[in-house]
C-alpha cells in the first residue's frame, strides 16, 4: 500500500526527470539554433559569392562577345587589305608587262 508521502516522492521524482528533460531539450533546441544561424550564415554567404560568380561570368561573356565581334571586323580587314594586295599586286605585274614591251618597241 501506497502513502502520500511515497506519492509525493515519485512526483518529485518526476518532476526533476522532466525537468531534466526540458533542460535537455532546451539546450539541444539552443545548439540547433546556433547550427541553423550559422547555416544560413553560410547559405548567404555562398549566395553573395554564386552572384559574384555569375556577374563575373556575365562580364566574360560579354567580353567574349565583344572579342568575336572585334575578331569578325579584323577579319574583314584582313580580307579587304589581301585583295588589294592582289589588285596591286596584278596591276605591278600588267605595268612590267606593258614596261617590257614597250621596252622590245623602243629598241
Known amino acids: 500500500f501506497v502513502t502520500q508521502s511515497d506519492l509525493e516522492e515519485q512526483q518529485q521524482v518526476a518532476r526533476k526527470d522532466l525537468q531534466t528533460r526540458l533542460e535537455a531539450a532546451n539546450k539541444e533546441a539552443e545548439v540547433a539554433r ?3 544561424a550559422q547555416l544560413s550564415d553560410q547559405t548567404h554567404q555562398l549566395q ?3 552572384d559574384e560568380l555569375q556577374a563575373k561570368k556575365d562580364e566574360m561573356d560579354a ?6 565581334g572585334r575578331e569578325a571586323q579584323l577579319r574583314l ?3 579587304d587589305l589581301q585583295s588589294k594586295l592582289k589588285h596591286a599586286t596584278d596591276d605591278v605585274a ?14
Open 34 to 36: 546556433a547550427k541553423s
Open 63 to 68: 567580353r567574349s562577345l565583344s572579342y568575336e
Open 48 to 50: 553573395v559569392r554564386v
Open 94 to 107: 600588267a605595268a612590267q608587262t606593258q614596261s617590257s614591251e614597250l621596252s622590245k618597241k623602243c629598241e
Open 77 to 79: 580587314v584582313v580580307d
